[in-house]
Structures are given as C-alpha cells and as structure tokens.
C-alpha cells in the first residue's frame, strides 16, 4: 500500500470556521430602512432569543475588531442559564450588559401588495416543512425581524391595547394572534440614542387571511438557528478565549473610549500609565497657561479617542443596530 492513500483531502479535519454562518445566509433577516416607518404583521409563530457577546480582539495582522460569539450558557427557551454550563465570554471585562434580541417571523405588507403575477412553484423539501429555502425562487412576503429588547418589550405589551370582549369577559391578546392580532408598524432611526432608535405602533387588527396563514416562513428554531451560528462548546470557548488576543475595555476611570495607542497593546501588556494626571479630580486654581497647557492636552486626547472609536468598525455598542 503506498502512502498516496492518505494523500487529498479526505484526510483533513477543516475547522476554519466553515460550519459558522452568518444570520443573513440562513435566514431573509430584513434589514429596517433609514427612517422610515414600516408595517408589518406578525405571525402566530416561535420567536427565538439569542444572546451574543461581541469580543474586541486584535487579529494577527495588528487589527482591531468585534466578534460575535453566542453566549453559550444562555437558554433560549427560558432565556435564563442553562444548567451545567459556564460561559467564558460572560465572564470578559465589558460583557456584563450583553442583551439579548429576538428573531420574529412577520408579513411584511409592502412585499404582500406587490405579489406577483406568477409565482415559482414551491420546492418538494418547503412544501413538506413549510420554511422557505433560502436560496429558492419562491415567493413570500415573510420576512425574519431582529428585534432589540425594548422594542420586543414595547411589542409584547401591546397585548394590554390589544382586548377583545367575549362572553362579558375581556381578555387580552398577543398581537401575533391569528385571530384576533393587530399589525405594528416600525420606524428604525440610526441617529436616535439607544430605546429611541426603534419606535412602534399599533395598526388595524388584521386576522390572518387562509393565503397568509399558508406563506412560507423561516424556521427559526433553536437547532436550526443556533446550529448554523455556530454554537461552541464551553471545552471550545474555553480554548477561543485562551488563542485570541482579547483587548480589555478601559473602564477603571470611566466608560470613556481607551486612546488609540493604548488599545494597540496586548491584553496581557495593558496598563493605564501614563494616562492617569488627567483623570484624577485636581481641585487647586491652575494658572492660565496651565489651563490653556490642559485644553491642548484635552484636545489631543479627544482626538486620539475619536481615532480609537472609528476603528471599532463592527462595535455593537448596544445599540442594537448592527446585524450580522
Ligand atoms: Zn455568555
């Protein structure tokens, strides 16, 4: 037998992160337009929650960036702990305010009213499961919604608007019922501060319709979604948070974006120095050439931070706005 046997690729073990997908590949995650308010209608579906760190860490070509990791302790069913896991990623500097968004199957109206003429027949494999393959021609005006805590919050209590009488008795219901749900309309503003960055509203109550009740939508279960993200194993993240270089927020002074050259540095070079006069409180009158010595000082600080924050290019920040 010649060594040509183990020759090609049927010996290799690939793990260059090939069995990692983005959301965008799986599923027709919509991305919100600019200002703009849209209506959509959400169905009587499972929505998914999904907890994901975002790691600052210095690739090996000296850049900064953020990565996502799913948290890998997070239950998505009862969006509490799972039992007999740990996450290291929980337990990074900075990583203590990780939210959680929401993965919702919805019609979105304006796709609905420009249904075309023809329609491509359905794949054998959608018919069967009812989720539209991605990469199919069928058409749906369903559409997968990521919604960031507040509005999902601001969304469930709509339910409280949302009464309907019957038998002398009120009760309340979700707006994604099909009977008896409403559609809600979403206006996304990238340049609003934090909650304020994706208002909603209640529109008309809207039972669902036999033809929407039978659109395809997106399976948004937990082994379909978190399998194709990539799920680690704590054993796997354990070894990620040892391999990268992670770099630490500095927070010992305040939640000010670090300066430039002291991001460069490795986690485990990292210190403050050089950068403390400044941040401690001095209450003693200074000259007017120590004020004036203290703005120049200021000013290139301000710089070096706006430097620092545009290299940040896939931060998060908790503004919910990044899909990814
Ligand atoms: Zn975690």
Known sequence: ????DEAGFESLHPKGGADKKRLDEIIDLY?????????IRFLPKRILAVKQHWVSIRTKDGKEVNIPKLCIEFDPATEGKRQNVSCPYCKLPGQDSTRTFYLANAILREDQEEKPQRLPASLPEEKRTGFKDLSSRTWTPVKVFRLPAKLASDIQSYKELNVVKKN???KEYDVSSARYGMDISIKFDPDAKGAAMYMSNTGDKTPLTEEETAYLTYDLSE??????????TEEHANSEVKRMTIIEPDNKY?????????????????????DEPEAAPVKKERTPEQKAALRAKKKKRLAAEQAGQKKKAYDDDGDDSMPF
């Open 31 to 39: 991305p919100f337009p600019k200002k703009k308010w849209v209506q």
């Open 223 to 232: 082994k379909y979604i978190y399998g194709n993200l990539g799920l680690e």
């Open 168 to 170: 002398g008795e009120r």
């Open 1 to 4: 037998m010649s060594n040509d």
């Open 254 to 274: 305040d939640k000010k974006p670090v300066p430039t050259r002291s991001v460069v540095r490795k986690s485990d070079e990292y210190d403050l120095g050089d």
